[in-house]
């Protein structure tokens, strides 16, 4: 009697099945963005489609299952804002599409005469990835998208962009989770089982590191959202502090009228209360507040009929009610008239509201609001308040003493919601706001956005702060959360584009290694070439993870032994090389420099957009500067056959506020755009010229023209869109797109502004305008002749170098430009102790004349060795050069405050190195 194997067992599949697609399923929708349910790679559409392929159609109901309870419990933070039935019914929906795509699927892929599918040829692979991915996978999107518009669940205006990024997610999940599954699960069992390691492991790897790398990717979105928020929340805040304190400044405006005057018009009141009406947005009307005594009362009636209200009567509470009280604060003037008949004649202190608000004002002698009432003249459902500013007969200065004094208040009565509307108009579209009254019991709404109308404000969101508000002897709390998506540029595209790139990467992987490991027992030469590309494309993706988290350091290090060999090759004059290969070498000086251009522009536009980028501001000569450019691509120009000149009367005092490194960068990026899109014979001229911005302010203007190709209108519009080439992505001139990005920024943080004009065929011209300085004259000092030894015959003195340094590579890149002066010894230190020990052991050679030191070392950070060195007697005149890859500029300043003579970022300039040492250690 045979054993069956546990996993023959339908059942035994089956919750394997269900459990394997919910678990994975809940791991793919945690890739999704904030706000979404729909993730940029849904891996179970890729696994329902195996199992069903190597276990047969029984296992489409655990599939329907597994896809049920994924949205289940993706939509519990739903289960407060839509109800329970609708939900399950887009769970039972959502199973059935999952279940339906893979059996559309399975069907399509299959061969006419039902046999396993082996996927071993070229046409058979691309046409199951054809079939079971782009067209398989519109099943699911369009039956889950069209069950979530027509249950109320999805916007109509969202579902063409769910349904994009439904199908795009399955897709995805399907070029990559099949082929991984199927070694697993597929049949014929041996040939699957054998492409476990040649072909599902690179794959989990490749899904691995990329789903990490979304999560990455998004967790950094999020991070720039928050920001946005932020400021968002920021600049509310202090709109709704402005619109406050105008309310402020109206009621003194207003109780300065009844001040100046022992008899105030109702004309006169009208006119003093219609500008501030006018001008203050958001104010239901301004009033005033008159006490009498009951006595006076027919006489003061009398009096408001004879003035043309010839209905007017006092009286108490929304019930009008005749007035009781011995005392009364009636209200005798209200602006405007039309809309609030209803409170002329009210008794403010008839009510709790009004009349706690009116005596604690006029006992304080200060601005003091009401709680939150329904107000006289209210014909909605708005929440109001009265803000009274007492007014007195004389300077009282004692509670009872202006009680006494007191002659009325004027007020302003606000209906909260229009008003908090208007503090709020003009914020972001996505941000709601909310106004509660946390010095009431209970804390009650007083009004805000339409968001506030219903509970679901209080709801949890994906940003939400709570800002306090102090007003006119009131605690508020203005509530602001994000509705909507935070409008940040590029949102949510990076992931999506990290995964299409990272999942077709991976495809073309899992395909290539389907065809390789189909033909094994036939070719064993196309095995090992299998081995060797499986190899490299994992190299690859591991080299990728690694460049997403330390781009700048991990590239530079391999770029500086690059480069550094290469200017070594260059400038050996021992043994030089032929022309042929000092040719080459040259090109790979052009392409090292030209990317590590492109790591730093990317690191460059990614700290302007986070708002990180730090500048050094300082006056300087722009004729040395504008000479210093010139010098650095004197050697491009003369290359490409075009002619640079500058303008040769520049007055030395004219200069400008920059910072020196960015104001280099941005001519660099002028210059060699003008260079590079120029035709041969060309030219490119500079010209400086005296301005005014429109404050007034002085500007240098500093004019870039070029004879090129020039730019039509269409480009010119599309010029500063960061990695737009403008159609020239073809030709034969290298670039990424956003020099000039980087640079009209660069200009703008600067106090400057960056312009072109520019017509096709006739060239361009930029136009950089930058805050102008009056510079110093140069001092004339005599020349110092620095006294130094020289051994007999004039032969240079022998001289140490020590260099702390833990990579080989980069030590003989220094050591072997250093054989240049062959009176140069060079010692290696690996660690800041074995530094130490040549430092202060004279039996290990020699004091060093000169200090190379690294920052990231394996026992110590080289900024602490470097602070040993000048804190010591011994060392503090040893000059100290740091050689790092890390260009922060925080590092640098602080090797420099430390004390170090310069600051060199690999890869390094040789030729800068070689004049530093020859500087910083004459013959």
Request: hydrophobic share 45%; net charge neutral.
């Given at each position: 009697?045979?054993?069956?194997?546990?996993?023959?067992?339908?059942?035994?599949?089956?919750?394997?099945?269900?459990?394997?697609?919910?678990?994975?399923?809940?791991?793919?929708?945690?890739?999704?963005?904030?706000?979404?349910?729909?993730?940029?790679?849904?891996?179970?559409?890729?696994?329902?489609?195996?199992?069903?392929?190597?276990?047969?159609?029984?296992?489409?109901?655990?599939?329907?299952?597994?896809?049920?309870?994924?949205?289940?419990?993706?939509?519990?933070?739903?289960?407060?804002?839509?109800?329970?039935?609708?939900?399950?019914?887009?769970?039972?929906?959502?199973?059935?599409?999952?279940?339906?795509?893979?059996?559309?699927?399975?069907?399509?892929?299959?061969?006419?005469?039902?046999?396993?599918?082996?996927?071993?040829?070229?046409?058979?692979?691309?046409?199951?990835?054809?079939?079971?991915?782009?067209?398989?996978?519109?099943?699911?999107?369009?039956?889950?998208?069209?069950?979530?518009?027509?249950?109320?669940?999805?916007?109509?205006?969202?579902?063409?962009?769910?349904?994009?990024?439904?199908?795009?997610?399955?897709?995805?999940?399907?070029?990559?989770?099949?082929?991984?599954?199927?070694?697993?699960?597929?049949?014929?069992?041996?040939?699957?089982?054998?492409?476990?390691?040649?072909?599902?492991?690179?794959?989990?790897?490749?899904?691995?590191?990329?789903?990490?790398?979304?999560?990455?990717?998004?967790?950094?979105?999020?991070?720039?959202?928050?920001?946005?928020?932020?400021?968002?929340?920021?600049?509310?805040?202090?709109?709704?502090?402005?619109?406050?304190?105008?309310?402020?400044?109206?009621?003194?405006?207003?109780?300065?009228?009844?001040?100046?005057?022992?008899?105030?018009?109702?004309?006169?009141?009208?006119?003093?209360?219609?500008?501030?009406?006018?001008?203050?947005?958001?104010?239901?009307?301004?009033?005033?507040?008159?006490?009498?005594?009951?006595?006076?009362?027919?006489?003061?009636?009398?009096?408001?009929?004879?003035?043309?209200?010839?209905?007017?009567?006092?009286?108490?509470?929304?019930?009008?009610?005749?007035?009781?009280?011995?005392?009364?604060?009636?209200?005798?003037?209200?602006?405007?008239?039309?809309?609030?008949?209803?409170?002329?004649?009210?008794?403010?202190?008839?009510?709790?509201?009004?009349?706690?608000?009116?005596?604690?004002?006029?006992?304080?002698?200060?601005?003091?609001?009401?709680?939150?009432?329904?107000?006289?003249?209210?014909?909605?459902?708005?929440?109001?308040?009265?803000?009274?500013?007492?007014?007195?007969?004389?300077?009282?200065?004692?509670?009872?003493?202006?009680?006494?004094?007191?002659?009325?208040?004027?007020?302003?009565?606000?209906?909260?919601?229009?008003?908090?509307?208007?503090?709020?108009?003009?914020?972001?579209?996505?941000?709601?706001?909310?106004?509660?009254?946390?010095?009431?019991?209970?804390?009650?709404?007083?009004?805000?956005?339409?968001?506030?109308?219903?509970?679901?404000?209080?709801?949890?969101?994906?940003?939400?702060?709570?800002?306090?508000?102090?007003?006119?002897?009131?605690?508020?709390?203005?509530?602001?959360?994000?509705?909507?998506?935070?409008?940040?540029?590029?949102?949510?595209?990076?992931?999506?584009?990290?995964?299409?790139?990272?999942?077709?990467?991976?495809?073309?992987?899992?395909?290539?290694?389907?065809?390789?490991?189909?033909?094994?027992?036939?070719?064993?030469?196309?095995?090992?070439?299998?081995?060797?590309?499986?190899?490299?494309?994992?190299?690859?993706?591991?080299?990728?993870?690694?460049?997403?988290?330390?781009?700048?350091?991990?590239?530079?290090?391999?770029?500086?032994?690059?480069?550094?060999?290469?200017?070594?090759?260059?400038?050996?004059?021992?043994?030089?090389?032929?022309?042929?290969?000092?040719?080459?070498?040259?090109?790979?000086?052009?392409?090292?420099?030209?990317?590590?251009?492109?790591?730093?522009?990317?690191?460059?536009?990614?700290?302007?957009?986070?708002?990180?980028?730090?500048?050094?501001?300082?006056?300087?000569?722009?004729?040395?500067?504008?000479?210093?450019?010139?010098?650095?691509?004197?050697?491009?120009?003369?290359?490409?056959?075009?002619?640079?000149?500058?303008?040769?009367?520049?007055?030395?005092?004219?200069?400008?506020?920059?910072?020196?490194?960015?104001?280099?960068?941005?001519?660099?990026?002028?210059?060699?755009?003008?260079?590079?899109?120029?035709?041969?014979?060309?030219?490119?001229?500079?010209?400086?010229?005296?301005?005014?911005?429109?404050?007034?302010?002085?500007?240098?203007?500093?004019?870039?023209?070029?004879?090129?190709?020039?730019?039509?209108?269409?480009?010119?519009?599309?010029?500063?869109?960061?990695?737009?080439?403008?159609?020239?992505?073809?030709?034969?001139?290298?670039?990424?797109?956003?020099?000039l990005v980087i640079s009209r920024h660069l200009a703008l943080l600067m106090g400057g502004q960056l312009d072109v004009h520019s017509a096709e065929g006739q060239g361009s011209t930029f136009t950089l305008s930058l805050p102008a300085v009056t510079m110093q004259p140069k001092e004339v000092s005599a020349t110092r002749v620095r006294a130094h030894k020289t051994t007999t015959g004039g032969?240079?003195?022998?001289?140490?170098?020590?260099?702390?340094?833990?990579?080989?590579?980069?030590?003989?890149?220094?050591?072997?430009?250093?054989?240049?002066?062959?009176?140069?010894?060079?010692?290696?230190?690996?660690?800041?102790?074995?530094?130490?020990?040549?430092?202060?052991?004279?039996?290990?050679?020699?004091?060093?004349?000169?200090?190379?030191?690294?920052?990231?070392?394996?026992?110590?950070?080289?900024?602490?060795?470097?602070?040993?060195?000048?804190?010591?007697?011994?060392?503090?005149?040893?000059?100290?050069?740091?050689?790092?890859?890390?260009?922060?500029?925080?590092?640098?300043?602080?090797?420099?405050?430390?004390?170090?003579?310069?600051?060199?970022?690999?890869?390094?300039?040789?030729?800068?190195?070689?004049?530093?040492?020859?500087?910083?250690?004459?013959?």
């Open positions: 009697m045979s054993q069956r194997s546990p996993l023959s067992s339908l059942t035994i599949r089956g919750l394997i099945t269900w459990l394997s697609y919910s678990v994975t399923g809940l791991l793919a929708v945690s890739l999704s963005a904030p706000h979404e349910r729909v993730s940029p790679l849904y891996l179970p559409a890729g696994l329902a489609l195996a199992f069903l392929m190597g276990w047969g159609p029984g296992m489409l109901l655990p599939i329907g299952l597994g896809a049920a309870a994924v949205i289940l419990f993706s939509a519990l933070p739903d289960l407060h804002t839509a109800p329970w039935q609708s939900i399950l019914s887009m769970a039972l929906i959502g199973g059935a599409g999952a279940s339906m795509q893979a059996w559309v699927a399975w069907r399509l892929t299959q061969s006419p005469d039902r046999r396993p599918l082996t996927l071993e040829r070229p046409f058979d692979i691309g046409r199951f990835l054809l079939l079971a991915g782009p067209v398989a996978c519109l099943v699911n999107a369009t039956i889950s998208i069209g069950a979530r518009t027509a249950l109320g669940l999805m916007p109509t205006a969202v579902a063409p962009q769910a349904f994009l990024g439904w199908w795009t997610g399955d897709t995805l999940g399907v070029l990559v989770g099949a082929p991984m599954m199927l070694t697993l699960v597929g049949q014929p069992a041996a040939l699957w089982r054998a492409r476990r390691q040649p072909v599902g492991i690179p794959l989990l790897i490749a899904t691995v590191l990329l789903a990490l790398g979304v999560r990455e990717v998004q967790v950094w979105a999020q991070e720039r959202e928050t920001a946005v928020f932020e400021q968002d929340v920021l600049a509310t805040t202090n709109a709704v502090n402005l619109r406050l304190n105008g309310y402020r400044d109206a009621l003194a405006a207003l109780s300065g009228v009844f001040q100046a005057s022992e008899q105030v018009t109702r004309d006169e009141f009208a006119k003093a209360a219609r500008y501030w009406i006018g001008s203050l947005k958001g104010i239901q009307a301004a009033g005033w507040d008159e006490r009498l005594y009951a006595p006076d009362l027919p006489l003061f009636e009398a009096q408001q009929q004879r003035e043309g209200l010839t209905s007017y009567k006092v009286f108490d509470t929304h019930k009008r009610l005749p007035p009781t009280g011995n005392e009364l604060a009636v209200v005798r003037y209200i602006e405007p008239r039309a809309g609030n008949e209803a409170a002329l004649g009210y008794n403010a202190l008839s009510t709790d509201a009004t009349r706690e608000a009116y005596e604690q004002a006029r006992r304080e002698d200060r601005v003091m609001a009401t709680r939150g009432f329904r107000l006289m003249q209210e014909r909605g459902q708005q929440t109001g308040i009265v803000i009274y500013q007492p007014v007195f007969k004389g300077s009282p200065f004692t509670p009872q003493t202006r009680v006494q004094a007191n002659t009325g208040a004027v007020f302003l009565a606000l209906r909260m919601d229009d008003a908090i509307n208007a503090m709020l108009q003009g914020h972001p579209a996505y941000l709601e706001a909310c106004m509660q009254d946390v010095s009431a019991p209970g804390h009650p709404l007083l009004g805000g956005t339409a968001a506030c109308r219903d509970d679901k404000w209080r709801q949890l969101s994906a940003h939400r702060t709570q800002i306090p508000i102090e007003f006119a002897g009131r605690q508020w709390q203005l509530t602001m959360w994000s509705a909507g998506p935070v409008p940040v540029v590029g949102r949510g595209m990076t992931s999506w584009l990290l995964a299409i790139g990272g999942v077709s990467l991976a495809a073309a992987l899992g395909a290539l290694l389907l065809v390789m490991t189909g033909h094994t027992s036939r070719i064993e030469a196309a095995m090992e070439e299998a081995r060797a590309q499986r190899s490299a494309a994992e190299l690859a993706n591991q080299a990728k993870s690694d460049f997403l988290s330390r781009m700048s350091h991990e590239l530079r290090t391999p770029l500086n032994a690059v480069l550094g060999f290469a200017q070594v090759m260059s400038l050996d004059q021992r043994e030089p090389l032929p022309p042929t290969q000092r040719q080459r070498v040259e090109q790979i000086q052009q392409a090292g420099w030209h990317l590590l251009d492109m790591i730093d522009d990317v690191l460059d536009i990614s700290r302007i957009d986070m708002g990180t980028l730090k500048l050094q501001a300082q006056s300087l000569r722009i004729r040395d500067e504008l000479s210093l450019a010139l010098k650095l691509l004197q050697e491009d120009a003369d290359k490409n056959g075009v002619t640079l000149s500058i303008q040769p009367d520049i007055p030395p005092e004219w200069g400008v506020m920059a910072d020196a490194a960015r104001l280099r960068q941005i001519l660099a990026h002028l210059l060699s755009n003008g260079i590079k899109f120029n035709q041969r014979d060309g030219k490119v001229s500079i010209t400086v010229a005296q301005g005014r911005a429109e404050d007034n302010s002085a500007r240098l203007l500093i004019t870039v023209h070029d004879t090129g190709m020039g730019m039509n209108e269409q480009q010119l519009s599309q010029l500063f869109q960061p990695f737009n080439r403008l159609g020239r992505e073809q030709g034969p001139t290298s670039g990424t797109g956003i020099g032969t240079p003195e022998p001289r140490h170098v020590l260099y702390v340094e833990d990579n080989l590579a980069n030590s003989e890149v220094i050591r072997s430009a250093l054989a240049a002066r062959p009176w140069i010894t060079v010692t290696v230190a690996p660690t800041t102790e074995e530094g130490l020990a040549v430092l202060h052991n004279r039996l290990r050679g020699s004091k060093p004349d000169l200090i190379l030191l690294d920052v990231h070392l394996p026992d110590a950070s080289g900024q602490e060795l470097l602070k040993l060195i000048k804190a010591n007697p011994d060392t503090v005149d040893i000059p100290v050069i740091m050689i790092s890859a890390d260009a922060m500029p925080e590092q640098i300043d602080a090797a420099l405050s430390a004390g170090a003579a310069c600051y060199l970022t690999k890869p390094v300039q040789l030729s800068e190195l070689l004049r530093q040492v020859d500087e910083l250690m004459p013959d």
